[in-house]
């Protein structure tokens, strides 16, 4: 029996005003941080950012897939990522359709770049809301995460076959999967989230130079070393 989908829809949300100036590159004490503190105080009444979770068991492992309650995923990473995993977690979550609906109504361009970064914010802390949540109620030990479409070796099309899994997200948490594959709104992320006994970020296999958002360095040899088939 599939078990239900977790909702979470009261993530709360504190947005670190020095830290985004910082990132942003507003000086203090000059117009511009007055506009943008503004702008923040404006957020906080649209911003509800939510996940859904759903506990999944891995039916099957092949050599460059693996079978989810009946699904099967073609991604010889993730394959090899969830060698000890028996149980996943298939993840969904998202700024808020409110949030991005504010965003969209910004006109001024610098609104608009510094909205979108608070829209950001929003996501990363809606994602460690969702990791701290499995490891507090499951305590599965170590987590890694992989994301449909951000390597390679995993197709942004296998995200159509996660949604299914994941459950009714536009009823429960407001995001719509287009045929595209994009996600609205675009400040949402959808994972696989599994135990494991090595760390693992996407980034490690990812050559992206300059990447403002990487959360480890790109390690040339991995693949090679640990993913490739012999
Ligand atoms: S380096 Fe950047 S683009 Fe590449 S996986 Fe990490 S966050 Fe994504």
């Not at 947005?15 to 942003?24: A, F, N, P, S």
């Not at 906080?44 to 989810?68: F, L, S």
């Not at 407001?174 to 135990?195: A, E």
Request: with cysteine; glycine share 4%; aromatic share 10%.
């Amino acid at each position: 029996m599939m078990t239900q989908p977790i909702i979470l829809n009261e993530i709360p949300f504190e947005i670190d005003v020095d830290r985004l100036m910082k990132e942003l590159r507003i000086q203090k004490s000059r117009d511009l941080e007055t506009d943008f503190r503004a702008l923040c105080e404006e957020a906080y009444n649209h911003a509800h950012p939510k996940a859904m979770i759903r506990g999944a068991y891995i039916d099957e492992k092949g050599e460059d897939y693996v079978i989810i309650e009946g699904v099967k995923f073609k991604s010889r990473v993730l394959r090899i990522n969830l060698e000890v995993a028996e149980r996943v977690f298939l993840a969904c979550a998202t700024c808020g359709m409110e949030l991005y609906e504010w965003g969209q109504s910004q006109t001024d361009i610098f609104l608009q770049f510094w909205a979108d970064a608070i829209q950001d914010h929003a996501l990363q802390q809606a994602i460690e809301y969702v990791r701290s949540y499995i490891e507090k109620t499951f305590n599965p030990g170590k987590l890694g995460v992989q994301n449909p479409g951000s390597l390679k070796n995993w197709s942004i099309k296998e995200q159509q076959k996660l949604f299914d899994l994941i459950g009714d997200s536009e009823s429960s948490i407001n995001v719509k999967l287009l045929d595209s594959n994009i996600m609205v709104p675009t400040h949402s992320v959808s994972g696989i989230i599994f135990p494991t006994e090595i760390s693992f970020v996407n980034c490690l296999l990812c050559p992206r130079q300059n990447c403002p958002k990487r959360r480890a360095p790109f390690n040339r040899d991995l693949y090679k070393n640990h993913y490739e088939l012999n």
